[in-house]
């Protein structure tokens, strides 16, 4: 389906849960966020139905997102229920990888493709800094697990200081050793005015942008830097994303949004 502006919107990001095992310290506060109640929050069953009417209307790729989603608890039984969408091509997911050894294989046997895993250092002391004290011993064993199991990877690094850049050729020797992609991102505030970046991968570029977002509460996203939302009828889903795409703006503003994490990214 085209937006107003001529733009194709085929892929749908999903926000499974507002909750994350981290506290990277560019994306949430140090004290974490108020969660969303449990009620409040999407069910697979939920999730699948809009999954299914926006494959109708011409999405081809699924992203789950959360916060973190594999703190979600059978995350691998709604990647399979995504995967019986036959008009559904791809199925990603973005994760920090701290529980990903545990959760691969039964990721891969759901039909899950591709994994883009947020990783910003090698360096364990900061990576503990920037995780607010995780271990990364965590993080790279899940993504040693993933590597050998087959799945399409790609490493998100965001581009938080100087240091992020000296970092860079590290991780992507660290990134082809394994047969995986570097994204680059620039770091930014959600809250502040948003820019097309010109010198890393991320942000898109707004006249390219191609998706929409289901957030873990039932709102519909059209735009991450930006406060149109959607919520969704359960009695008339594909009408509720008809006008998430409709409303889309030509380009990202701002978000009132506390954290990152809340949203998808």
Known sequence: MLDSFNREINYLRVSVTDRCNLRCVYCMPEEGIVKKPHNEILSYEQIYNVVKEAAELGVKKVRITGGEPLV?????????????????????????????????????????????????????????????????????????????LGFQLKINVVIYDEKSKEELPLLREYADNLNAKIQTIQYYNINEQKLDSIEYDRPAKCKFCNRIRLLADGYLLSCLHSNIKFKVDFNDIRGSIIRCIEGKPENGAYSDVESLSMIGG
């Not at 990888?97 to 294989?105: G, M, Q, S, T, W």
């Open 72 to 148: 979600r608890k059978d995350i691998d039984s709604l990647v399979a229920m995504i995967r019986s969408v036959k008009k559904v091509e791809t199925i990603a997911m973005t994760t920090n990888a701290v529980l990903l050894y545990n959760a691969a294989e039964k990721l891969k046997e759901a039909g899950l493709d591709s994994i883009n895993i947020s990783l910003d250092t090698l360096d364990s002391e900061r990576y503990k800094h920037i995780t607010r004290d995780r271990n990364l011993y965590d993080a790279m064993k899940g993504i040693k697990k993933a590597s050998e």
